[in-house]
């Protein structure tokens, strides 16, 4: 599977458009990634490696509705997600105002630079979706939002599961 992965990659870093149209492609191939699609029944979210280079990092996600990412960013890493299955809800902050939430459907995929913060969860149940990232995720940005609308970052690992930092502010 990484080899076929791998060979419609060129070597060097992707645009967030390209990362679009590549997971766009495997999404349309589920021979690559259906059999890592998984809803342990001890519950939480999972999620697999699918392709790791120097270039871009590719993973599977699959989601419940109470799997939740918290605020984040990429670091330096440009992403794109494509929703093979069920909906994921999107957040962007909005200090001092109603966050946006953006609910992307089954067959729809979106894209980001460095610079985008969001949270993500699954929207309805057994939601899979795929990600990509470039450069190579190393390390991720993790906020907190407090009541008062200070924003807090705490740098962390990419191998770090993704969750709320204060589950009281959404």
């Known amino acids: 599977m990484s080899q076929q992965i791998q060979a419609r990659l060129p070597e060097r870093t992707l645009d967030r458009r390209e990362l679009c149209r590549l997971v766009d492609e495997l999404a349309a191939n589920p021979a690559e990634w259906q059999e890592k699609v998984d809803f342990?029944?001890?519950?939480?979210?999972?999620?697999?490696?699918?392709?790791?280079?120097?270039?871009?990092?590719?993973?599977?996600?699959?989601?419940?509705?109470?799997?939740?990412?918290?605020?984040?960013?990429?670091?330096i890493s440009s992403g794109a997600v494509h929703v093979v299955q069920g909906a994921l809800l999107e957040c962007n902050?909005?200090?001092?105002?109603?966050?946006?939430?953006?609910?992307?459907?089954?067959?729809?995929?979106?894209?980001?630079?460095?610079?985008?913060?969001h949270r993500l969860n699954g929207a309805v149940d057994n939601s899979v979706s795929i990600h990509a990232y470039s450069p190579p995720?190393?390390?991720?940005?993790?906020?907190?939002?407090?009541?008062?609308?200070?924003?807090?970052?705490?740098?962390?690992?990419?191998?770090?599961?993704?969750?709320?930092?204060?589950?009281?502010?959404?």
Do not use: K, N
Not at 104 to 115: L, M, N, R
Not at 158 to 164: N, S, V
């Open 40 to 75: 342990p029944e001890d519950g939480g979210r999972h999620y697999a490696s699918l392709y790791r280079d120097a270039y871009v990092d590719i993973w599977l996600l699959c989601w419940r509705p109470e799997d939740d990412t918290g605020w984040h960013d990429h670091d």
């Open 93 to 117: 902050p909005r200090i001092g105002g109603q966050h946006l939430e953006t609910v992307v459907t089954e067959g729809q995929s979106f894209h980001f630079g460095p610079d985008h913060i």
């Open 137 to 170: 995720l190393w390390r991720l940005g993790q906020y907190s939002i407090e009541d008062t609308g200070v924003m807090r970052r705490v740098s962390v690992s990419y191998a770090d599961e993704l969750r709320p930092m204060d589950e009281a502010v959404a």
